[in-house]
């Protein structure tokens, strides 16, 4: 249950970045949460991949403009985040394995990435 997330950086308002987090085994529910200074961690984006379809889920703050998505092998987790704001400073975590409920940005994870910071300057 490692996982290993890249991609994090300083970028301008309504720039883009990629996060990546690879994982050493297949999860069918991965997420991406935040947590801003100061403020408990939030969920961004979820997605379940039981089989060749996938589910994605936003938290309403980014819809539109992040995209969750998981490589072929489900191994490897992305997310695309456009028109980037200050507002989305924060450091991201990827997190697999839900541990009760539906697989959602807000729902609890058994295993965590170590985090990798996103700053958004005006």
């Known amino acids: 249950g490692q996982l290993v997330e890249s991609g994090g950086g300083a970028v301008q308002a309504g720039g883009s970045l990629t996060l990546s987090c690879e994982a050493d085994t297949v999860f069918y529910c991965m997420a991406w949460l935040r947590q801003i200074a100061g403020n408990e961690r939030e969920g961004v984006a979820a997605i379940f991949s039981p089989s060749a379809n996938s589910y994605p889920v936003y938290t309403d703050s980014v819809e539109a403009r992040f995209t969750i998505s998981k490589a072929v092998a489900k191994k490897i987790l992305y997310l695309q985040m456009d028109s980037l704001n200050p507002e989305d400073t924060a450091v991201y975590y990827c997190?697999?394995?839900?541990?009760?409920?539906?697989?959602?940005?807000?729902?609890?994870?058994?295993?965590w990435g170590q985090g990798t910071q996103v700053t958004v300057s005006s």
């Open positions: 997190a697999a394995e839900v541990t009760g409920g539906g697989c959602t940005s807000g729902a609890g994870y058994r295993y």
